[in-house]
């Protein structure tokens, strides 16, 4: 089989990456992994079972009895999930043990793919570094705010837009703070700003940004 082409989405919460990786693997007819949904599961494990997401030992155990087949769709968009999601996947053992996962889904995509579209914060930087084409999406605070609120209250939140605009600042200053695999654009990423792009036209620009670096 041959290598598999891969796509390297990064990006802050809510910036409209998932809703691109997403487009882009079926355009391309590539497998799509969203790598922030692990550690979200890991938090909400966490959090189901009544512990803490700082502490070490249970968010260690979350991940390493974490199965990809099982996670709760639902249970992980929630806002708690991803607080407790930043919080664990600033500990090195927790991303060490979901990190051959990600890798091996790259490398080996799923249905027989000749490529995979992941998704996240680290993924040019050190998950698949090797990449084919990494772009990294960016967007305002305040346009992430409020797109994120319009999605939390669709599913019954009752947050207000203010609430959402502290915890995507918060989040954002503990990923790209962190030692542990801190979310940066690569060297050798393109930024998307989709602050006033719809998601049309984001998808164009990154369609054609992917399409001249996979010639
Ligand atoms: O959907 P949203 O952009 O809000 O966040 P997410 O992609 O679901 O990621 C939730 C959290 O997981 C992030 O705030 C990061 O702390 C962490 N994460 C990470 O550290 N590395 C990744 N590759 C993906 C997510
Ligand atoms: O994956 P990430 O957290 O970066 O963001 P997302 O889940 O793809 O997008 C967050 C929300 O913004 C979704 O409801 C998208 O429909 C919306 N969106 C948008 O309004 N305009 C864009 N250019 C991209 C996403």
């Not at 997401?53 to 996670?71: G, K, Q, S, T, W």
């Not at 060490?96 to 040019?124: E, S, T, Y």
């Not at 703070?177 to 998808?203: C, G, Q, V």
Request: charged share 25%; aromatic share 4%; hydrophobic share 45%.
């Amino acid at each position: 089989r041959a290598a598999s082409t891969i796509i390297a989405i990064d990006g802050p919460a809510a910036s409209g990456k998932g809703t691109l990786a997403r487009r882009l693997a079926r355009h391309y007819d590539f497998a799509y992994l969203d790598t922030g949904s692990l550690y979200r599961a890991v938090g909400q494990a966490v959090l189901a079972a009544g512990g803490s997401p700082a502490d070490e030992a249970a968010a260690l155990a979350a991940a390493e009895a974490l199965d990809v087949n099982r996670i709760d769709e639902m249970a992980i968009r929630s806002r708690e999930a991803g607080e407790a999601a930043s919080v664990v996947a600033a500990m090195p053992k927790v991303r060490a043990a979901i990190l051959h996962f990600q890798r091996d889904f790259a490398a080996n995509p799923p249905g027989g793919k000749a490529g995979a579209v992941l998704d996240g914060r680290d993924i040019g930087t050190v998950v698949c570094p090797d990449a084919r084409a990494k772009l990294f999406v960016t967007a305002s605070p305040e346009v992430r705010a409020h797109r994120r609120w319009l999605e939390l209250k669709g599913s019954g939140s009752a947050a207000s837009e203010a609430q959402i605009v502290d915890d995507i600042r918060d989040r954002d200053r503990r990923d790209a703070e962190r030692t542990a695999s801190p979310m940066k654009p690569a060297e050798d990423a393109y930024l998307l700003d989709t602050s006033n792009l719809s998601i049309e036209a984001a998808f164009g620009a990154a369609v054609a940004i992917i399409d001249k670096a996979m010639s």
